[in-house]
């Protein structure tokens, strides 16, 4: 595997690029920072009241192609909060919808396919993803990007594991039983799936980059289902196929899963710069089962955002401490922004973070 030490830093598509020199950027490079830079996965969206007006009546799916749509929605929690970095407003299942696969995001449910793949021929359903079938995505990259000026934008992507899922339950999926069914029943069959979608994820990050991302991040929602032999022979060498087809664009990219406390060293390993720790795992045990060698990022509980702010101050302030020990930390949560979480409760973690770990500055 590839050593993120040995990465270049300097090439002219890193300085060119639109935060490129951001707080960000630097810390998910494990440079000196005079802050920690700090995101919210799912900051853009329902917590916000700004967002739930501006999606009023439009449906999810439509909401993210239409790139006025997307710009503005990506710079609400930039402008709201003050966080170091937006992430493209969007969704995993974005770039399949875009090759033919009929699905729609159920309001309450999420991403339902509507004929499920269980057979050979359904990898027919699963063509190559060409620029050209997402002009919407590039655009509204480079809108989001001449709106942020220095502070950089993250593009993202789904991991082959979690979008097999989807396609191979037909929606969310608790058990994920027909998936490991498929898995250990046809392993060929898997891992042809796998590889057709990890080139569709490779794509869709690289049309993200080009059009000005300046950093990707990998969600692998549900590899925490997963055993660690199951995960290293069939899941890890497909995300190790997108997230090295993205590398060579100079860009930091961050590989995050829910529950992946005992995957993380093969996460990492799987070719990243940082590696997204949820709320289970300690960041100090997260350096510790990487090896030291990768920038963190996380990982406060979404639902102290909840409790008094007495108790979340003290936990966040421990973040960052803990974080202290990683040769690089990003501060985000150990997964996304709950709906009902009140945003000025964001703001002042953003604030508070800034302030402990840096003194009085301002946000990248």
Same mark, same amino acid.
């Given at each position: 595997?590839?050593?993120?030490?040995?990465?270049?830093?300097?090439?002219?598509?890193?300085?060119?690029?639109?935060?490129?020199?951001?707080?960000?950027?630097?810390?998910?490079?494990?440079?000196?920072?005079?802050?920690?830079?700090?995101?919210?996965?799912?900051?853009?969206?329902?917590?916000?009241?700004?967002?739930?007006?501006?999606?009023?009546?439009?449906?999810?799916?439509?909401?993210?192609?239409?790139?006025?749509?997307?710009?503005?929605?990506?710079?609400?929690?930039?402008?709201?909060?003050?966080?170091?970095?937006?992430?493209?407003?969007?969704?995993?299942?974005?770039?399949?919808?875009?090759?033919?696969?009929?699905?729609?995001?159920?309001?309450?449910?999420?991403?339902?396919?509507?004929?499920?793949?269980?057979?050979?021929?359904?990898?027919?359903?699963?063509?190559?993803?060409?620029?050209?079938?997402?002009?919407?995505?590039?655009?509204?990259?480079?809108?989001?990007?001449?709106?942020?000026?220095?502070?950089?934008?993250?593009?993202?992507?789904?991991?082959?594991?979690?979008?097999?899922?989807?396609?191979?339950?037909?929606?969310?999926?608790?058990?994920?039983?027909?998936?490991?069914?498929?898995?250990?029943?046809?392993?060929?069959?898997?891992?042809?799936?796998?590889?057709?979608?990890?080139?569709?994820?490779?794509?869709?990050?690289?049309?993200?980059?080009?059009?000005?991302?300046?950093?990707?991040?990998?969600?692998?929602?549900?590899?925490?289902?997963?055993?660690?032999?199951?995960?290293?022979?069939?899941?890890?060498?497909?995300?190790?196929?997108?997230?090295?087809?993205?590398?060579?664009?100079?860009?930091?990219?961050?590989?995050?899963?829910?529950?992946?406390?005992?995957?993380?060293?093969?996460?990492?390993?799987?070719?990243?710069?940082?590696?997204?720790?949820?709320?289970?795992?300690?960041?100090?045990?997260?350096?510790?089962?990487?090896?030291?060698?990768?920038?963190?990022?996380? /990982? &406060?509980?979404?639902?102290? #955002?909840?409790?008094?702010?007495?108790?979340?101050?003290? $936990? @966040? %302030? *421990?973040? =960052?401490?803990?974080?202290?020990?990683?040769?690089?930390?990003?501060? /985000? &949560?150990?997964?996304?922004? #709950?709906?009902?979480?009140?945003?000025?409760?964001?703001? $002042? @973690? %953003? *604030?508070? =973070?800034?302030?402990?770990?840096?003194?009085?500055?301002?946000?990248?």
């Amino acid at each position: 595997m590839t050593d993120p030490a040995a990465r270049p830093t300097d090439t002219a598509l890193q300085t060119a690029r639109p935060g490129a020199g951001s707080v960000l950027v630097r810390a998910a490079r494990r440079e000196p920072v005079p802050h920690t830079p700090v995101w919210f996965m799912r900051q853009a969206g329902r917590s916000l009241p700004e967002y739930r007006q501006l999606r009023e009546g439009v449906p999810m799916l439509e909401a993210c192609r239409t790139p006025e749509l997307v710009a503005e929605i990506t710079m609400q929690p930039v402008r709201r909060h003050g966080v170091d970095a937006a992430i493209l407003f969007s969704d995993i299942v974005v770039p399949l919808q875009a090759v033919g696969v009929d699905l729609d995001i159920v309001p309450g449910v999420g991403p339902v396919v509507a004929e499920p793949f269980r057979t050979r021929a359904d990898l027919d359903r699963l063509p190559p993803l060409q620029p050209e079938q997402v002009p919407d995505v590039a655009e509204s990259v480079r809108r989001t990007v001449a709106m942020l000026g220095e502070t950089p934008l993250i593009g993202f992507a789904g991991a082959p594991f979690t979008l097999a899922s989807y396609l191979v339950e037909g929606g969310p999926s608790r058990n994920h039983e027909r998936t490991k069914a498929l898995m250990h029943g046809d392993p060929r069959l898997w891992s042809d799936l796998c590889a057709r979608l990890a080139g569709i994820a490779a794509a869709f990050l690289r049309v993200q980059v080009e059009a000005g991302a300046a950093a990707v991040q990998l969600f692998d929602s549900w590899a925490g289902a997963l055993s660690r032999a199951d995960y290293r022979r069939l899941v890890a060498p497909h995300s190790q196929t997108v997230l090295a087809a993205v590398g060579e664009l100079g860009v930091p990219r961050i590989h995050f899963g829910v529950g992946t406390g005992e995957l993380l060293a093969d996460m990492a390993e799987a070719g990243t710069e940082v590696i997204g720790v949820d709320y289970r795992v300690a960041l100090p045990d997260a350096v510790e089962r990487t090896g030291g060698r990768y920038a963190v990022q996380g /990982n &406060l509980d979404p639902a102290l #955002l909840f409790a008094p702010w007495e108790a979340l101050e003290r $936990r @966040v %302030v *421990e973040i =960052v401490q803990e974080g202290r020990q990683a040769p690089g930390h990003i501060f /985000n &949560l150990g997964h996304g922004v #709950l709906p009902d979480t009140d945003p000025t409760v964001l703001t $002042r @973690v %953003v *604030e508070l =973070v800034h302030r402990v770990s840096g003194g009085d500055v301002e946000p990248a």
